[in-house]
């Protein structure tokens, strides 16, 4: 197989009504519980955790076996982190980029390039990748928009 990099460019962007601080904090608090906001069954361990880094990993059983992955997260606050990811069947590179739109009104941009390893599936397509994931990231909306009022409550 040919590899080429960098690979194509994905790009997903989602607002969240909540400020900038808030959603730095909850987008890079990586938890083993995760899972259960995408309505996954990955596994995911903690490996370490600092105030610029998080390393953590996944694991899913699929039909063709295992698929793992470890996350190399360096976080930038107040507004950016970037993830450099490898896997069994993907690596990935992943800019995330938060823009203030108010005082609780918050754009994350994300960028990402992807390819797969030798025993990786063939990309899906631009227009599916980006569907997906911001798909994922409107359940993530949600849950921090929700733990956002609960917040302001308490």
């Known amino acids: ?82 993830s450099d990811s490898i896997g069994s069947h993907r690596e990935y590179s992943l800019d995330y980029r938060l823009t203030p739109l108010g005082r609780e009104e918050t754009r994350l941009t994300l960028t990402a390039r992807r390819r797969p390893t030798s025993r990786g599936p063939k990309n899906p397509s631009k227009a599916k990748w980006e569907g997906d994931v911001a798909g994922n990231w409107k359940l993530f909306a949600r849950a921090l928009e929700r733990d956002y009022r609960r917040s302001t409550k308490a």
Do not use: N
């Open 1 to 82: 197989m040919t590899r080429t990099w960098p690979p194509p460019e994905y790009r997903v962007e989602v607002t969240f009504h909540a400020p900038s601080d808030f959603v730095f904090k909850w987008c890079t608090d990586y938890t083993s519980t995760d899972a259960k906001l995408e309505g996954e069954a990955y596994v995911r361990k903690i490996v370490k955790r600092s105030k610029t880094q998080v390393i953590y990993e996944d694991l899913e059983e699929d039909s063709d076996g295992w698929f793992w992955t470890r996350h190399l997260v360096r976080l930038s606050p107040p507004d950016h982190w970037h």
